[in-house]
């Protein structure tokens, strides 16, 4: 998106029990922020930023996949990642995603959400199979990879973007950043 940046890992627990996608999205956005803000005060990049006289903004975002009204996280086992994707042949999955931007100065944060729906033709088996024994399918939420270049032709229609299917939707992001830079 052509900004300069650094990229810290939160390294949370996403374990959070939220029923509503929307809010789950959101609070990861907001315990990530809250997890980095601590790291970057124990590792001294605070104090740099807190000097400085330029404007530090901190991005975090979340991302879920919604399948048959059932939230999908990262599949554990390779029978989970199965299922996952098996259940997206000529199906459709929502990708909920969130970002949060935060003011490292002032700590004033804004935050969002974006939706969009990905809808597949067949999947075959052996597609699934060379997802599985990759291995990405279990960093990604619900396995949804559809920049891949095995699942790409199989998608039949995006309603939303496809940089908010894969978790960080560009123009909420900027929409944000501009409403964080006018609180400064």
Request: hydrophobic fraction near 40%; proline fraction near 4%; charge should be negative.
């Amino acid at each position: 998106m052509g900004y300069q940046f650094t990229v810290l890992s939160a390294d949370i627990d996403e374990e959070i029990r939220i029923e509503k996608p929307e809010e789950l999205v959101v609070a990861l956005a907001h315990e990530k922020a809250d997890a980095i803000l601590t790291k970057m005060v124990k590792n001294g990049m605070m104090q740099d930023i807190v000097e400085s006289q330029e404007t530090t903004l901190l991005i975090t975002a979340d991302k879920v996949v919604i399948h048959d009204g059932v939230i999908r996280k990262k599949p554990i086992t390779p029978e989970g990642a199965r299922k996952f994707i098996q259940g997206y042949s000529q199906s459709h999955a929502s990708t909920i995603g969130s970002v949060v931007v935060t003011n490292v100065k002032s700590c004033v944060r804004m935050e969002g959400w974006d939706k969009s729906e990905v809808y597949f033709h067949k999947i075959p088996d052996e597609v699934i199979d060379s997802l599985i024994e990759e291995g990405s399918v279990f960093y990604v939420a619900g396995d949804l990879l559809v920049e891949h270049p095995l699942t790409s032709p199989l998608v039949e229609s995006i309603v939303g973007t496809m940089d908010s299917v894969m978790g960080l939707p560009k123009e909420l992001t900027e929409k944000l950043i501009k409403a964080s830079l006018q609180e400064s």
